[in-house]
């Protein structure tokens, strides 16, 4: 809906539509003299708090936050020679000397573990009573409040949270189906029509059957084509993960529906419908693929694969790539399984050892006020954006400066992981037209599917999980990737396999699954 109330204030010249609403704002400076608060912040882009992790330097935004709030950050952060957050984590507890604020990517998982044995800060009655714009947020998704919270039902820390809906989308060679004087693919029979035509019929006009009819960069996303058949492939925004089916948290891999999805999956590709070196071309495979004139179909990000229409204009004559609707199932239904995840487990918690944490706490929520949210994804105003009619407009020099937008914010100490609301506007002024157009097309139909948000679990349900569930995941890949390539048959193994996994104690995982399911979610 979001696109469609940005055209409507396009036209408008209005910002009743599209503005987020905040509850207040609030008293600043937050302090009257300035407070030093020190922070580990450890996320991909930068490992440290400042411009790709060098804490020698300011980020602009950091100096307009501290002219605003008085709160000064000070880097602190543990594990900077490491990219691995997880790694930075563990070594950071390891000092048992916490900064006043532990921020970064994937902090929900050792927060909630180590929150309740006193390590952080509970912050349910912080936000109550201190942080109004925070409040206002999730009193408007309280769904998002359950899932971030810890077993013993306190919150412990402010996430990060994405905008927009759409992630990946089907892709498919317009000019090719042109070619061969085809229809967009709406179900799965038309599907498998087009990729035989793409693999018989010479689309690429060069005399020669070498086209790949299905391909893609990640080799999970030749599991989107479980779908088809009313299977799942994950449950979440990353792969492999467990789904609700029928109020019940299960994993996709040990339904009925996956077998007979994966025993499909391993026809096309013995019939050459799907690329050979799905497993290995890696990363590449579309600009290789693309750049070639050798891919028809795949599942990959909206944004970043609409910009093929562009760049292969002068070098692939007639080259349109687009956007499609997924096909309908074999049961009719038509999903887009994957989607933006709506809070992630990245963002900032205060620590125990913090002084200071109604401060602190009213510092997290000048984020989430309009002007520290504007700060947040967009930059400093004057500097990398301008207010027009209403709305935050980049500079020409930062959407033409042949660098990403999000590479240049994350420089400037916007769309850092702090616990903050993302504004979908930021990424939409660099959206392509062609991309642009198919979230619209999405948007025409009821496509997304309900997300498992995880669950956090207690002492004893994180012993049995993490007893048993790695070694499941192991199998169950492998035996994924084996039946696929052709190495024994889905269909017969079956039995085993189950048998297999609840050896392996699958049934206990799901029982602490369902249990902490039902602690943070039931009722
Ligand atoms: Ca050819």
Known sequence: MRTLKLAAAAILGTTALTAPAFAQDIDLPIVDEPLELTIHMHWARAQGYGPGGDTSKIYPVEEVAREKTNIHLIDKTSGR?????SEAMNLLLATGNLPDIVGGAKIKQPVNEFGPQG???????????????????????????KAIQAYDGNVYYIPYLPDGKYARAWFVRQDWLDALGLEQPDNVEELYDVLVAFRDNDPNGNGEKDEIPFFVRDWEEVLRLLNLWDARSTGADVYHQFYIKDGKVVHPYAQEAYRDGLANIADWYEEGLIDAEIFTRGSSARDYLLGENLGGMTHDWFASTSGYNIALADKVEGFNFIPFLPPKSVSGNRIEENRRIPMKPDGWAIS?????????????DYWFSEEGALLANFGVEGKTWDM???????????????????????????QVYRGYPQDYRYEWQWTRDSARKGIELYDTHDLLVEQFLGVAFNEDEQTIFDKYYPSIETYMLERQQAWILGTGDVKEDWDDYMAALNKMGYEDVLEVMNSAYERQYGG
């Open 81 to 85: 020679n490491s990219t691995d957050q």
């Open 119 to 145: 390590a952080f800060q509970p912050l349910n009655d912080l936000v109550d009573e201190h942080a109004p714009n925070i409040k206002a947020w999730f009193d408007e998704h309280p769904d998002i409040w």
């Open 352 to 364: 125990f050892s913090n002084e200071h944490p109604v401060e602190t706490i009213k510092y997290f």
């Open 388 to 414: 027009v009619d209403g709305e935050p407009i980049y500079k020409d020099s930062v959407l033409n400066s042949g660098q990403p937008v999000n590479s240049q914010m994350y420089l400037e100490g916007a």
